[in-house]
Every structure is written in C-alpha cells, then in structure tokens.
C-alpha cells in the first residue's frame, strides 16, 4: 500500500497568511487519485480538492493544490479564522489510504 | 444535493454483534460507491471498504478485510456496516461517505457519524 506522510503535524499562522501543507507518498500516485479533506472538530470531513487541483462544489479559490508524482501540496492563501482544521492528504492506488493530518491553528 | 443520514450512537459489549446504516439516495450508476471511514478518538481517518452503489462489489482495506462486512439494499439506497464480534478497540466514530470514479475515489458526501462504543 502506498503511505502517505503529511508536514508539518501542527502549523500556527496568523489570519490573512498563506499556508503550504505537504503531503508526501511512499511511492508515485497517479495524479486523478491526489484528494484533500478538511475536518473540523466534532464534524465529518469535507472534500477540498480532487485529482491534485479540482476544487469540489464550494470550495473558495483561496484553496489550491499542486504537485505530481510523489510530492502534493496544499495551499490556503489568506487565511481566515474559520481555517482551523485538521488537513488529510488521500490517494487511491490499490485502495484508498489517508495520511496522518496536518493540524492547522489560526492565532 | 445528496444527503447521507446515518444510524444513531450505539453501546455495546465485547464479543456482542452490531449492524449500522448509512441512508442515501437509490443512486444505481455503478459511477458511484459508498465507503465507510473509522476515525478512533483522537485519532486520524481510515477508509475501511467501500460497496458499488450499481453492481453491490465490495472492496476492502486489507487492515480490515475479514474484520467487518459491507452491504447494501438498493431498495432502501441504504448501506450497512456490521461486525460479528465487536472488541473494545472498535470504540470509534464510523463516517460513511459517497464516492464517485470521476472524483477519483474521493469521498464527496458524508453522513454525520455513528459513534460506537464497546465496553464491558
């Protein structure tokens, strides 16, 4: 199975700062199959983006994805307090896996 | 929009069997699946299997094959996820969501989660 690892484990920024969460897999995963989850506290998880960059149904622009291969990045452009959330990093290849979260504090 | 309504908190014993659902829309296209994602307290998501809303074919994650069973009844467009002999460390929240190969298996809508808690 590939492994995903995401960095940093806790990222603490100021509202109005960018944010760039890393998400790192064990081998190459086919760029369609590169999603991003947001979780807040006591709620279901809310899909961000799919295949690397496609932002899902009402997602604002201010959250963007790139990357390739084995080597995936989130980006929150000025963040806003609301932000605060775990991250999670997903990719199918045999299965689905997830990677172990980014925690996102905004001060 | 598409609303995934699951069963409510449950409290069980160790070794007891148990049975949750997770209510869509009768969506048939094989295009389609629902999943379910533990989530154990304090902890990170895990997809544990996923069932085609069109054809009913199940797959699962090795760290769970064996463990529990998915189904559906496309009757009632509801899925169900069931342990035949719970263990305290199956105490966990258990999200289903809805998947579509053309998201490339992400998961676009979730229910609100069945808490499971097994205790003796």
């Known amino acids: 199975d590939i492994v995903l690892t995401q960095s940093p484990g806790t990222l603490s920024l100021s509202p109005g700062e960018r944010a760039t969460l890393s998400c790192r897999a064990s081998q190459s995963v086919i760029s369609t199959y590169l999603a991003w989850y947001q979780q807040k506290p006591g709620q279901a998880p809310r899909l961000l983006l799919y295949g690397v960059s496609s932002r899902a149904t009402g997602i604002p622009d201010r959250f963007s994805g790139s990357g390739s291969g084995t080597d995936f990045t989130l980006t929150i452009s000025r963040l806003e307090a609301e932000d605060s959330a775990v991250y999670y990093c997903q990719q199918y290849g045999s299965f689905i896996t997830l990677g172990q979260g980014t925690r996102l504090e905004i001060k | 929009e598409v609303q995934l309504v699951q069963s409510g908190a449950e409290v069980k014993k160790p070794g007891e069997s148990l049975k949750i659902s997770c209510k869509g829309s009768r969506d048939s296209s094989i295009n389609y699946w629902i999943g379910w994602v533990r989530q154990m307290p304090g902890k990170g998501l895990e997809w544990m299997g996923i069932?085609?809303?069109?054809?009913?074919?199940?797959r699962y994650s090795p760290s769970f094959q064996g463990q529990v069973t998915i189904s559906a009844d496309k009757s009632t467009g509801t899925a169900y996820l069931q342990w035949s002999s719970l263990k305290a460390s199956d105490t966990a929240m258990y999200y289903c969501a809805r998947g579509a190969t053309h998201l490339g298996y992400a998961g676009d809508f979730w229910g609100q989660g069945t808490l499971v808690t097994v205790s003796s």
């Open positions: 069932i085609n809303s069109g054809d009913s074919a199940t």
